[in-house]
């Protein structure tokens, strides 16, 4: 399950990733995203939230990129991610890591170099 969020007056937009995610349901959630985005003035932040992730498919990556592109192209001030507790025992598809595009920061924070 996926929820979108968004608080104007914080400028902020939340992306909690909850149980089982697969690509199909990324692959629709960029269209929430774009709707999501039109609400925000460029140096918003983004939260994304997996603490609650079961699992997810590797096919979901290229879905996730796109958003964060997204929400680079209007101008994210900031990115945070929550990640699941280490401690906690996870499942993800095809046995891999969280299949997150690993990018430096500065990709979402041109100004931050």
Do not use: W
């Not at 909690?16 to 985005?37: M, S």
């Amino acid at each position: 399950m996926i929820k979108f969020e968004v608080d104007e007056p914080k400028r902020l937009l939340v992306i909690r990733y909850r149980g089982v995610v697969e690509a199909e349901e990324t692959e629709k959630g960029l269209e929430q995203i774009r709707n999501g985005l039109t609400k925000l003035q460029s140096g918003f932040r983004l939260l994304a939230d997996l603490s609650e992730l079961q699992s997810m498919e590797v096919a979901c990556a290229p879905f996730i990129e796109k958003a964060m592109d997204m929400c680079n192209k209007k101008g994210a001030s900031m990115v945070v991610r929550v990640i699941p507790d280490p401690r906690r025992r996870h499942r993800f598809a095809n046995h891999v890591d969280l299949p997150l595009p690993r990018r430096r920061s500065n990709h979402y924070l041109p100004n931050f170099g």
